[in-house]
């Protein structure tokens, strides 16, 4: 069974201040995405990867950075929190990028910036 | 860019009753995908099915692709299904697209 591992499964910042949002997987899958979810917007694509210590931009990537270190962690960084991030964020992994793979979701982290 | 559009926003039904959920999108898809999102929790692939009718127990999924809707009937629904269903289009490659959900609520 594929498994994608979050952390922190929760978190509260404050507004300007530094967050990172971690992600592992041990799927041996090649590609990872983080996404956001809001009521009334449905999940949004904010960045994903496709090979270690490289990252593209998704949908909504203003405010946000990624790191690929390696094949199995992947990171969401926000470098100047602000309210409008506030937002439950999903972490997602699949073999390879095309519309055949399945993709496997993480229990998601809830932020709450004040 | 890719729309998804997912209806209705809400549903009720009693254990035992058939619930349909829509899906329509804005442009050709190269796949579709139906999610299930357990209440304050992740999503799960229930079924992927770019064009014409899959089963899976209790789920069937239709999708008319010229028509650009796809459709999720659960039969026999049970307590356990309650949840949110999400539709999602692969609009690039590596990209999904993803409807607002279904949120279904099953009462025994």
């Known amino acids: 069974e594929a498994a994608v591992t979050q952390s922190p499964r929760s978190k509260v910042a404050v507004t300007g201040g530094k967050v990172t949002l971690s992600c592992h997987q041990t799927?041996?899958?090649?590609?990872m995405y983080w996404y956001r979810q809001d009521t009334g917007h449905g999940l949004r694509l904010i960045h994903y990867?496709?090979?270690?210590?490289?990252?593209e931009k998704g949908d909504i990537p203003d405010g946000y950075k990624a790191s690929r270190p390696s094949q199995e962690n992947f990171s969401l960084i926000l470098e100047l929190a602000s309210l409008s991030q506030t937002a439950v964020y999903f972490c997602?992994?699949?073999?390879?990028?095309?519309?055949?793979?399945?993709?496997?979701f993480g229990a998601g982290t809830r932020l709450s910036v004040l | 860019g890719q729309q998804v559009q997912q209806s209705p926003a809400s549903l009720v039904l009693q254990e035992g009753e058939n619930a349909e959920l829509q899906c329509n999108f804005s442009s050709t898809a190269t796949q579709l995908q139906w999610f299930y999102q357990s209440p304050g929790g992740s999503l799960v692939s229930l079924l992927s099915n770019p064009s014409g009718t899959k089963h899976t127990g209790r789920l069937t999924s239709t999708t008319v692709t010229k028509e650009r809707r796809s459709s999720l009937h659960i039969s026999s629904s049970q307590t356990t299904d309650s949840g949110t269903y999400l539709c999602?289009?692969?609009?690039?490659?590596?990209?999904?697209?993803f409807g607002k959900g279904t949120v279904l609520l099953v009462s025994p």
């Open positions: 997602a992994s699949s073999l390879t990028g095309g519309s055949q793979n399945t993709l496997y």
């Open positions: 799927n041996n899958h090649d590609y």
């Open positions: 990867s496709y090979v270690a210590d490289s990252t």
């Open positions: 999602a289009i692969h609009s690039g490659y590596n990209k999904l697209t």
